[in-house]
């Protein structure tokens, strides 16, 4: 099952069939048992066409995060550490990551407000005082008011990496900006947790042309889903549930920076694709 959140309403779609209805999203996503929850709304929801459906998704498709906030998890993947490790030699902070990879605990850190999330078809920002910008695609979890792990969606970690291997305490600055996040396009609530075959693809393009294309699968994670969404809710309550971005092990060469115009395309097995377009904030001039 995928559910979307629009502004026409809600978009529940269970295999080729397509239903519409008006419920409030926060308490709809947090239910005890959401996929028995939306198989008995399916019952009694009004029924549309696949073509109305992606008339609608086109149109009027929003974030999933309604007034979540979204969190992120670091140094999940080896090739993620060694990235960051190289990123934040010059600084001296190079063996952090690798301590943090190696650690009982992972690392995990604020991402965005709901405000700041860009929807699939939005523009995701790059910040304009940034000379190295890449993306980051992730497996994102939703997890409901009652720590459970219930759906997941497709994210995009927006990274500035020049601002991050100035300094590690940089990492706010490097990660939580307007349009520094991207969720999307739907929630995925299947019957089973997602196998480790799944894959994560992202590709680049550049003026028509792909500069970027790559796929790696979920199992080449070091750390479990359970293990991050476990952590997070040590010490936070979120009562409206949390999306939790899992890293990334797809890391653009160090010869690659995005640019204005640049097209993200980031697909994950079963869930879908993730698509923005690249744009510089501008700092306001005072």
């Known amino acids: 099952m995928k559910l979307y959140r629009t502004t026409k309403g809600v978009i529940l ?10 419920e409030d999203w926060d308490h709809l996503i947090n239910a005890p048992s959401l996929r028995l929850e939306l198989e008995d709304t399916a019952r009694h929801a009004e029924n ?12 009027h498709l929003l974030s999933p995060a309604s007034t979540q906030e979204v969190w992120a998890a670091g ?13 934040a030699k010059a600084a001296g902070g190079g063996d952090f990551y690798d301590k943090v990879y190696e650690a009982q605990r992972p690392e995990l850190f604020f991402k965005s407000s709901a405000s700041r999330v860009a929807a699939n078809g939005e523009a995701v920002y790059i910040r304009e005082d940034s000379a190295w910008n890449v993306p980051e695609p992730e497996l994102t979890l939703f997890i409901n008011r009652a720590a459970e792990v219930v759906a997941y969606t497709v994210g995009n970690d927006m990274s500035s990496r020049s601002i991050e291997g100035e300094n590690p305490l940089y990492l706010p600055q490097a990660k939580v900006y307007e349009r520094s996040a991207a ?4 929630l995925y609530i ?29 199992d080449r994670m070091k750390r479990s889903l359970e293990e991050l969404a476990d952590y997070l809710c040590r010490g936070l309550e979120f009562p409206t549930g949390v999306f939790l971005m899992t890293g990334t092990c797809l890391v653009p060469d160090g010869g690659f920076t ?16 993730l698509q923005n377009v690249v744009e510089t904030y501008r700092i306001a001039p005072k």
């Open 13 to 22: 779609q269970s295999g080729d069939s397509y239903y519409i209805f008006q």
């Open 48 to 59: 549309i066409s696949a073509q109305q459906a992606q008339v609608l998704l086109h149109d």
């Open 75 to 87: 140094v999940t993947y080896r090739r993620s550490r060694d990235a960051r490790m190289e990123e």
């Open 183 to 186: 969720l999307g396009p739907a």
């Open 190 to 218: 299947p019957e089973q947790e997602l196998p480790g075959s799944t894959q994560i693809a992202m590709t680049i393009h550049r003026q028509g042309e792909v500069c970027f294309q790559e796929a790696v699968t979920l």
């Open 258 to 273: 995005l640019q204005d115009g640049d097209q993200i395309d980031i697909t994950i097995d079963d869930i879908g694709t």
